[in-house]
């Protein structure tokens, strides 16, 4: 006699369950392709007007003038000194922090502090823009008093503790998650607390840490507040961060907020900047 094969058949509502999940995932993709293909199809029309060695390869960026120029260097050049900026900022900060949280902290003092850092990641980031406006920049024109009203450091100082909270509760979690045993034969062969956390534990989460800290440096640049209100409107090919810069994402908010005409190579060369900032925080993920 033959045993008769058992099949597992799907209840009706697990199958509306997977519609659902299926439908959220379509949902998603599509709209990823939907601004994709409205960026691209932008950016071919701008292109006709404005030839692609002259988008990538010029040094100036003046839309506005009568004799325009759409070198996006400049704007490339600001997002990229700002994020540099924040990055210098957030990431051994956020990456020690982590060590204390997961390695030194009390069960009692982290639970204070987690949620904290959580609520720092709340914050508007037009409130962290007038921070760097009205005090931040303040304080730094107090220091170095050539340094302008609107600037590349103030804003990165600002970002950077914005991107904080990211750096610190990925990286914390990376940490958190390396096996108690490694730590215990670190700790067994006679290591210190301190030599166990950075020749071990830290080493073992090194790829968590990395994702934390690209994601976090994506956030920055394409942070659009922060630098619009500190930073300044200035199209400035430069490194010096005493000095005003304008990222991509300012020129996008910029622009936006104007009388723009819809067709126009303006209009569109919102388009070409947004989808070179796409491609340079997709690269980066």
């Not at 009706?12 to 960026?39: D, F, K, M, S, Y």
């Not at 404005?50 to 960026?61: M, S």
């Not at 199209?235 to 936006?256: C, G, K, R, W």
């Amino acid at each position: 006699m033959s045993a008769t094969p058992f099949v597992s058949r799907a209840r009706p509502g697990e199958r509306v369950v997977q519609g659902l999940l299926l439908a959220c995932a379509a949902l998603t993709a599509a709209v990823t392709v939907g601004i994709v293909a409205v960026l691209v199809g932008q950016t071919v029309a701008f292109f006709r007007s404005v030839p692609l060695n002259e988008f990538l390869g010029a040094t100036r960026w003046t839309p506005h003038f009568a004799d325009p120029s759409y070198g996006v260097a400049p704007l490339v050049a600001g997002s990229f000194l700002v994020a540099a900026l924040a990055g210098a900022v957030a990431l051994p900060t956020g990456l020690l922090s982590a060590v204390f949280l997961s390695e030194y902290a009390p069960a009692r003092a982290r639970a204070v502090l987690k949620p904290l850092l959580e609520i720092l990641a709340g914050i508007p980031t037009v409130v962290y823009g007038y921070v760097a406006l009205t005090f931040v920049t303040p304080v730094l024109q107090a220091v170095v008093p050539d340094i302008r009203l609107f600037n590349a450091l103030s804003a990165g100082l600002v970002v950077g503790v914005m991107i904080l909270p990211m750096v610190i509760s990925l990286s914390e979690d990376a940490l958190r998650a390396v096996p108690g045993g490694l730590r215990e034969a670190s700790f067994g062969l006679g290591a210190t607390r301190f030599e166990t956390s950075m020749r071990v534990v830290v080493p073992a989460a090194a790829s968590g840490i990395a994702a934390s800290f690209i994601l976090a440096l994506a956030r920055a640049v394409g942070e659009t507040m922060v630098v619009t209100l500190a930073a300044g409107n200035l199209a400035n090919l430069t490194l010096n961060p005493l000095e005003s810069v304008q990222t991509m994402t300012s020129f996008i908010a910029q622009v936006s907020l104007g009388d723009t005409p819809r067709g126009s190579v303006l209009y569109q060369s919102l388009f070409a900047v947004g989808l070179t900032l796409f491609l340079i925080t997709l690269a980066m993920n």
